[in-house]
Structure formats: C-alpha cells, structure tokens
C-alpha cells in the first residue's frame, strides 16, 4: 500500500510533502493507522 500527506499554509502554499510505501500489513486498517503515524512524525519534524 502506499500513502501520502502534505501540509499547507494558509495561502495555499506547501510547507512540506511526503509519500510512503507500506509493506507488511495486509489489514487495510492497521496500515491507514501507520499511515496517520507516519504522518504525525512528519508534522513534528
């Protein structure tokens, strides 16, 4: 499975971007939960 995020501000302009390739979950549920991980990390950083 594959994911990705990106943050804007608020004119619209994109602050950062990520895409992520999700191997080893077979559950599409615990793989959007990694997702939503993945994606808080990358809000911290």
Do not use: K
Request: glycine letters at 8%.
């Amino acid at each position: 499975m594959g994911s990705g995020s990106h943050f804007r501000d608020d004119e619209g302009q994109i602050l950062a971007s990520a895409t992520w390739l999700i191997v080893g979950f077979n559950d599409p549920l615990t793989a959007e939960a990694y997702a939503l991980y993945l994606t808080t990390l990358l809000a911290i950083d």
